[in-house]
């Protein structure tokens, strides 16, 4: 590191700093063995005075405690690594080690980081170490190792730009990182490239270096969540992604807590809802920190066709098709992946990227024209993908078209519990009243029935219908397409998208466009314009590839079977956006 001074003082007690002066810190890094603890105090003596005037000495402060407290980290490491207690040290006057000060590390955004992702560099090394910004161990231990080189960087830690999930990563080719206790009560050894969420309030870290175990606890404590809030967002939108806003999901904490554990592959923060067949909850991966939602099943024997024909067609769709949201994972809770089924009650756990929200709660009013178009044709890609494959949806609804990001318009169709590899169908009960075409329930239907919903769903967008309890009718036929007449000539849409609602609501199946017909209408034209011009937001290189082609899609949730759907909530979303 440098040598160049701290724009602020560095060495202090932060118990007698007001909150106010330190609202970018959020977490400590502490020695929690006797090498971890003498290597600390070693560095910040060896540097004396010169410490304050060194950019790691913003990231260091004392952590004083009385003569009468004996440290844990008093306690000596066996070789296998087991802690045992030291006779010597807990003699009276045998060593000054409890009247010294000890220190720690200071993870706050008011001194950002500069390792890789924005992240803090952990390793070998001390004051002029390159690359390492909180030597958590000497450039060389006392026993000479001669393979702890200087400035050796060994973990990193950053954040996740979008869910807020402090994730560590292993840098080091011959020093692994154990993570204690970090799936439940296993270990986790990360090697080189190794990544896991630090879910935990206290996280219990272990580096080794020869002989030598230097132990640590991260510990996230913060004096104010709103402030850290925008602490946080603010270091993202200036250090991680220059000049965007970081919009952060409602549905996720913005901190670890107690009552966060791992499951399978996720980080459960919260239940988002509950019933009698099941439940959903949201979280983060468990490796990338990115945002996920599990649905859990309580799967009944005579549900099992329901939820394995789920499961098939889910499956079939690469995880990158353009508007279409398969699941990520499915396992039982005997652990098993794919789900054994084995149990006259079986809990079945499926986990899918979770949604910012759906096409029921979106806030369209702030969403502009241009935006709303992508979204609606990313469906559209979606359902002509499907249909290609001959499936019929059979549950295209506005809870079931999920936006997973508005500044860079992503959307795509879930749950797949009603879908169906046929030509033809007549179940009647498919979808909500309100959602499914006129010909539902009188007879055989075909996949003209989505193109029908779809177009529902996206007129939805512009008005929300009230009469949501009925099957539509000539009547109700008659009122959709007067909205849609309305819409038009009141300039809330081209004439062209008019025209194209229009024929996907056609009473008459016959007389509705398939989804392939309908992506080659007119009213796209514009978008195919707009991206020409440099000078339009739908110019960006990650807009193109989601609005026009092969792209990353999340996705979240998935319908519940049958009777689960009447006690579980379809979606993921808040209820409010």
Request: include cysteine; aromatic fraction near 6%.
């Amino acid at each position: 590191m440098s040598l160049t001074a701290s724009p602020t003082p560095s060495i202090r007690d932060t118990a007698s700093v007001p909150a106010d002066e330190a609202w970018g810190r959020f977490a400590t890094l502490s020695p929690d063995s006797t090498d971890a603890e003498a290597a600390l105090q070693e560095l910040v003596e060896s540097l004396g005075d010169q410490l304050l005037v060194t950019t790691l000495g913003a990231f260091i402060e004392p952590t004083p405690r009385p003569a009468s407290e004996k440290c844990s980290c008093s306690r000596n490491h066996d070789d296998s690594g087991n802690l045992s207690d030291d006779d010597s040290n807990d003699e009276p006057g045998s060593d000054d080690t409890d009247q010294r000060k000890t220190y720690r590390f200071v993870l706050s955004f008011d001194h950002p980081p500069q390792g890789p992702r924005a992240g803090w560099v952990l390793g070998k090394g001390n004051h002029c170490g390159p690359g390492v910004q909180l030597p958590v161990c000497p450039p060389r231990t006392t026993n000479g190792d001669a393979f702890a080189r200087p400035g050796g960087a060994i973990v990193l830690i950053y954040m996740h730009p979008e869910t807020g999930a402090f994730i560590i990563q292993a840098l080091s080719q011959k020093h692994p990182v154990t993570y204690r206790s970090g799936d439940g009560n296993r270990d986790i050894i990360l090697e080189t490239g190794n990544r896991s969420v630090l879910h935990m309030t206290r996280n219990h870290l272990r580096f080794r270096l020869g002989r030598k175990i230097f132990d640590y606890v991260l510990e996230f404590d913060i004096a104010n969540e709103d402030r850290f809030i925008a602490a946080r967002n603010n270091f993202a939108r200036v250090a991680i992604r220059p000049g965007e806003s970081i919009e952060p999901y409602k549905q996720l904490d913005h901190l670890p807590k107690q009552s966060h554990h791992r499951m399978h592959r996720m980080v459960v923060h919260r239940t988002l809802s509950a019933g009698a067949f099941g439940l959903v909850k949201s979280g983060v991966d468990t490796e990338t920190g990115d945002a996920v939602a599990m649905k859990t099943i309580h799967c009944k024997i005579r549900q099992v066709p329901i939820v394995k024909n789920e499961l098939q067609i889910a499956a079939s769709f690469p995880k990158d098709t353009v508007g279409i949201i398969p699941i990520l994972g499915a396992w039982c809770e005997h652990g098993n992946s794919p789900p054994c089924f084995d149990s006259p009650l079986e809990d079945i756990h499926f986990s899918m990227p979770l949604a910012r929200c759906d096409f029921e709660h979106a806030p369209w009013e702030s969403i502009d024209h241009h935006k709303r178009m992508v979204l609606f044709r990313q469906t559209l890609q979606g359902l002509q993908t499907i249909h290609s494959r001959g499936i019929m949806h059979r549950d295209i609804s506005p809870r079931n078209l999920l936006i997973d990001d508005l500044q860079t318009p992503r959307a795509g169709i879930c749950d797949f519990g009603k879908a169906k590899r046929a030509a033809q169908g007549k179940e009647p009960g498919i979808g909500p009243l309100h959602t499914v075409a006129p010909e539902v329930g009188s007879g055989p239907y075909s996949s003209a029935i989505d193109i029908w919903s779809l177009a529902y769903a996206w007129l939805w967008a512009y008005q929300k219908r009230t009469d949501v309890n009925v099957r539509t009718d000539a009547r109700r036929q008659a009122s959709l397409i007067n909205t849609v007449d309305k819409l038009s000539q009141g300039g809330d849409i081209t004439a062209d998208f008019a025209d194209l609602l229009r024929l996907m609501l056609s009473y008459e199946p016959d007389r509705r466009p398939t989804a392939e017909k309908a992506l080659q209408h007119s009213a796209w034209d514009e978008l195919e314009y707009a991206a020409s011009d440099v000078g339009t937001e739908c110019n960006s290189p990650r807009l193109k590839a989601q609005s026009f082609g092969p792209g990353p899609a999340k996705k979240p949730r998935l319908q519940i079977p049958d009777d689960v759907n009447a006690s579980i909530p379809s979606t993921l979303s808040p209820s409010t956006p």
